[in-house]
């Protein structure tokens, strides 16, 4: 099956819908900002990230704007000594006292792939400050989710031309270590696994794993990304159809145990995505592109429900696939994560038409554009290929 969609430039409409001008509002009312719910360090990360992607492909002026909104939100979120909160009233009052470490990993991770893909140096020298004053807390972090989003932020900072690739490192190797001792001690025949369950943002610790490879070298991160990543994959498969697991009941090693089939969530699906290309750029098996696209894919209907998540006449992203149908609102974070998995993917055929162009062989064609528009690889060939390096 084909999906027309996909051919069609990243719109950027309800992400802009959903933004006012402190930044993202975090919840919709079907497709109307529900204004109550304020915003999150979280949400407004992760946007960050999506439009310096979509600037990078597209040079608009729009993305401009709002990595500027975004960025602002994260030093405004951002405490004296260097941390984050995460939630933040719509009357722009914080409202926790700290936020998670889920948070502050999200919000080190975007300001790292500012520095790696900047725009100009009015978003490049407050992301570089901001940066350096959370450094010190990474290694205070303690859950696995917040170390791996530091790890795949560190992996972007040392690729950056501001990154100290030493102090990367340092700092990286510790974290990477950590989630190779949880999978040794989860991992038994039939859980190749680095925790004791599948709960949420699954796909995030083997993406980790990978990006500390490319880091650092060490074929032993490699070796539990691929493990964990398979094996994420087939307990996540029906037919080769990628089915989440849903947020109804979360999975343990429990015999012959089948993940929830429903609530199934985009971020998921975008994660899945996010980290079949960093196994693609850390090995260049064609595994990790096919993957990547059946997950792109989820969002446009081939899941087990056959219901598309995307809405085409918002361009936002329906927050759930449920059993009776999809979760009407589109609320940010599920339409960040459709835009972010798009743009990726984007960009990684962008790559592989480069590739092509200048006499690589790929083994996925069928990834390429329909059209080669040049002759001469994109101006993000060379940097991709520099990352790809690392």
């Not at 951002?78 to 889920?102: C, K, M």
């Not at 980790?208 to 087939?234: E, I, K, N, P």
């Not at 960093?278 to 969002?299: D, M, N, S, V």
């Not at 835009?339 to 990684?348: D, I, P, T």
Request: overall charge negative; proline content about 5%.
């Amino acid at each position: 099956m084909t999906y027309p969609e996909l051919d069609q430039p990243v719109s950027l409409d309800h992400l802009e819908r959903m933004t006012d001008c402190f930044g993202l509002i975090q919840h919709a009312n079907y497709s109307l900002p529900d204004l109550r719910t304020g915003y999150t360090t979280d949400d407004n990360a992760r946007a960050l990230v999506v439009v310096l992607k979509h600037h990078r492909l597209y040079g608009d002026k729009l993305s401009r704007e709002l990595a500027y909104r975004y960025l602002a939100f994260l030093m405004y979120a951002q405490t004296p000594e260097g941390q984050f909160h995460n939630f933040v009233s719509y009357d722009r009052t914080p409202i926790d006292a700290l936020g998670s470490e889920d948070a502050f990993g999200r919000a080190f991770w975007a300001l790292a792939h500012v520095l790696a893909n900047p725009i100009e140096r009015g978003l490049a020298d407050p992301a570089e400050r901001m940066l350096h004053e959370a450094l010190p807390w990474i290694e205070k972090l303690e859950h696995p989710r917040s170390k791996a989003y530091c790890l795949t932020g560190l992996h972007g900072w040392a690729c950056s031309s501001r990154g100290d690739v030493l102090r990367a490192q340092q700092l990286a190797r510790p974290l990477a270590d950590y989630l190779v001792r949880r999978y040794h001690e989860h991992s038994r025949p039939g859980w190749d696994w680095i925790l004791p369950e599948f709960t949420y943002a699954n796909a995030a610790l083997p993406e980790a794993l990978f990006r500390a490879h490319q880091l650092l070298g060490d074929d032993c991160y490699l070796a539990v990304a691929a493990r964990s990543m398979d094996f994420l994959v087939a307990k996540t498969s029906i037919s080769d159809t990628l089915a989440v697991v849903g947020n109804r009941e979360w999975l343990q090693p429990d015999g012959d145990a089948a993940p929830a089939l429903y609530d199934q969530q985009p971020i998921e699906a975008g994660l899945v995505v996010e980290t079949s290309w960093a196994g693609y750029e850390a090995t260049g098996e064609a595994k990790y592109l096919r993957r990547a696209q059946r997950a792109l894919e989820w969002f446009f209907g081939r899941n087990l429900a056959g219901l598309s998540l995307y809405d085409p006449e918002t361009g936002g992203c329906f927050d759930a696939l449920m059993e009776g149908g999809v979760n009407q609102n589109r609320g940010a974070e599920s339409t960040v994560c459709l835009l972010l998995a798009r743009l990726v993917m984007v960009e990684a055929r962008q790559r592989l038409a480069d590739k092509t162009l200048m006499g690589e062989s790929i083994e996925e064609p069928g990834l390429l554009p329909a059209k080669v528009q040049s002759a001469e690889p994109s101006a993000q060939a060379a940097s991709g290929q520099a990352l790809a390096r690392q």
